[in-house]
Nanobody
Framework: QVQLVESGGGLVQPGGSLRLSCAASGSIFIYTMAWYRQAPGKQRELVAAITRGGATNYADSVKGRFTISRDNAKNTVYLQMNSLKPEDTAVYYC????????WGQGTQVTVSS
């Protein structure tokens, strides 16, 4: 079992940047790591994922703006978010999956002027 703790959320103006971090309680080497988000009144959706081999995939809405990365030595996964838009406002959740899935508690990202 692995515990995940997200950090780095906050309030940012449109066009700004944030970097989210997800620290795991143990090794993440075997896991596919991902970021999901859930806006009020909407379903949780996949934002970006990275396999243990480093392959990535992104939601169409964030391609070219967001970058997911992982540091297995630090048991941490990151989400660099640039050119933020108001529609990126949501609670962002970290996910680790290998047969079973683990979730963090979420971090709020608000994009507003």
């Amino acid at each position: 079992q692995v515990q995940l703790v997200e950090s780095g959320g906050g309030l940012v103006q449109p066009g700004g940047s944030l970097r989210l971090s997800c620290a795991a309680s143990g090794s993440i080497f075997i896991y596919t790591m991902a970021w999901y988000r859930q806006a009020p009144g909407k379903q949780r959706e996949l934002v970006a994922a990275i396999t243990r081999g480093g392959a990535t995939n992104y939601a169409d809405s964030v391609k070219g703006r967001f970058t997911i990365s992982r540091d297995n030595a630090k048991n941490t996964v990151y989400l660099q978010m640039n050119s933020l838009k108001p529609e990126d406002t949501a609670v962002y959740y970290c996910n680790a999956k290998f047969n079973v899935a683990y979730w963090g508690q979420g971090t709020q990202v608000t994009v507003s002027s």
